[in-house]
């Protein structure tokens, strides 16, 4: 490697989209730093629902989570109506997992075989020179000491935060911010009891309704038979009720018994289509820094996992040659994220703003008349070559029954097959990517004006 820079590639961020990357690109005997401002034992600390699917191991070929890492082995998802009485049942194997241990395990793997870890390092802003990032200015935060880190590729995985993502010249084309109508505002407390929870500990429990998660969901994670990860995601809206106060409604309203409350805490998910553009000369944005978690569900582990791959594949294929690396090289990261992964999501945003736009009593309506499946969810979750027939099904049995749903539900079909179709055709080359962010924009536009209302007007909100 020349001298002109300290490692190959520097990942500024050691949670799981970072460690995930660092721990790719260690099989490859490559030069790499991988940077966190957490000191290393607190590396994987962070508030979340802690729930995965198994698929995400089993495809990137990393060992699934066992010991202190796994909490239970999850069977389904049981999604409850708003009425409580009705429920839709989503089998797929997963887990609820202690994300410190299974973090730690990432950059412990990482580091054994070479990757440089430098904890308790703030990473300030990205280097930026003759438009291009050529590394970034950090600060340890023991010493104080700030210094200069060039490489050729520089990656922000540093979550919502996007340090790197936020300070980038507007000349670069990146979206700097993501909108409060775009994020989950979510809250959790993991939960013990002094007798077992009543619930089967091999699934997990989504509880849709307005009334106590305005525009998201509470959930009931189990994580041992007396122990819960229980928490909910709303959409942040001016006048929302405080995250805190719905939830002990909720704990009251399931009486969930509580002896004590092992950790609680909060953070913001960003729930839409990833950024336009994931790459400009010499970076890469990977995980929440990307906006590449689930509209649906907030959830992102498994996402940025995905996506640590895709990029680890481009930076490998790429990363002999002796200099910065441009967008032209990094492209076909962003090529791909955006042709699988990315078109299911911005699809998914669309039913996010559907369902956004439903009251409770038609959330109630389609679960107790089984207008889909738990199967027939998944198809339109992955947005499977099923999905067609799905969707043919849910408007021929709508049709007759809720008129005024009809509408609304082809719109959506509508909106979910065009913009998946827009992001299978993201741009070849970074030349044309102007006119496909602006028709990106005009899609969700329409989507936002005909299917979204307010959550906090549907229902008897007090
Ligand atoms: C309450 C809640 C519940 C959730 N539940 C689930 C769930 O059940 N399943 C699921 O899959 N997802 C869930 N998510 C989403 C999931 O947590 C995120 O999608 C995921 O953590 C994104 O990973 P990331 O590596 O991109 O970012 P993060 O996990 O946010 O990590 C960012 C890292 O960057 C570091 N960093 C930030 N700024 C700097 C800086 N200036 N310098 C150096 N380092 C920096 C941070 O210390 C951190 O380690 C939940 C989120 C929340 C808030």
């Known amino acids: 490697m020349s001298s002109r820079f300290n490692y190959d590639v520097i990942i500024a ?32 600390e962070k508030v979340c629902g802690d729930g995965i699917s198994a698929s995400y191991f089993e495809k990137l070929g990393i060992p699934k989570p066992s010991g202190a890492e796994l ?19 989503v089998e797929g194997l997963g887990y609820t997992i202690d994300r410190w241990h299974l973090n730690q395990r990432f950059v412990r793997d990482a580091e054994k075989r070479g990757v440089h870890l430098l904890d308790s390092t703030l990473v300030m802003h990205p280097i930026v020179e003759g438009g291009e990032v050529r590394g970034v200015k950090v600060k340890d935060m023991r010493s104080g000491e700030e210094k200069e880190l060039r490489a050729k590729v520089t990656v922000d995985a540093t979550g919502c935060a996007a340090v790197l993502r936020k300070r980038l010249p507007e000349s670069m084309l990146i979206e700097n911010s993501i909108e409060r109508f775009d994020v989950a505002a979510a809250y959790r407390e ?35 038979k007396n122990v819960a990860n229980i928490g909910l995601g ?38 839409r289509r990833a950024l336009s553009q994931l790459v400009t000369n010499g970076l890469m944005i990977v995980g929440d820094a990307a906006s590449q978690a689930n509209p649906l569900h907030g959830g992102g582990m498994g996402q940025a996992m995905s ?65 889909v499946s738990g199967e027939e969810l998944l198809a339109i979750e992955s947005s499977s070559k099923e999905s067609e027939a799905v969707w043919r099904k849910i408007l021929r049995m709508v049709l007759t029954r809720k ?39 005009q899609i969700i536009s329409e989507a936002r004006r005909k299917l979204w209302k ?6 008897f909100y007090k």
């Open 13 to 44: 961020g050691a949670s799981i989209a970072g460690s995930t990357l660092a721990l790719l690109l260690s099989k490859e005997n490559l030069d790499v730093a991988l940077i966190d401002m957490k000191s290393r034992e607190k590396i994987g």
């Open 71 to 89: 909490a239970c082995v999850i069977r389904a998802s049981d999604v409850i109506a708003p009425d409580r009485e009705h429920i839709l049942t």
């Open 190 to 224: 993991i939960v013990m009891s002094d007798e077992d929870y009543p619930w089967p500990s091999d699934k997990i429990y989504i509880y849709l309704s307005h009334r106590f998660a305005p525009g998201g969901y509470t959930w009931i994670f189990p994580k041992g």
């Open 234 to 271: 709303i959409q942040p809206l001016p006048n929302a009720p405080k995250l805190i106060e719905l939830l002990e409604k909720f704990k009251r309203f399931w009486d969930i018994k509580v002896s004590k409350i092992l950790h609680a805490g909060g953070g913001v998910v960003p729930v």
């Open 307 to 371: 996506a640590a791959k895709l990029a680890a594949d481009v930076i490998t294929e790429g990363i002999e040659a002796n200099r910065v690396l441009s967008k032209e090289d990094l492209w076909s990261y962003a090529v791909r994220y955006m042709r699988k992964d990315g078109a299911k999501n911005a699809a998914l945003e669309i039913i996010r703003l559907l369902l956004q736009g439903m009251p409770d009593d038609e959330i109630n309506f389609i679960i107790e008349k089984k207008i």
């Open 403 to 441: 008129i005024r749903l009809i509408g609304r539900l082809k719109t959506a079909r509508d909106l979910y097959y065009k913009i998946h179709k827009h992001f299978q055709n993201y741009p070849e080359k970074p030349s044309e990517i102007i006119s496909w962010h602006e028709k990106t924009l």
């Open 454 to 459: 307010n959550p906090l007007e549907h229902t």
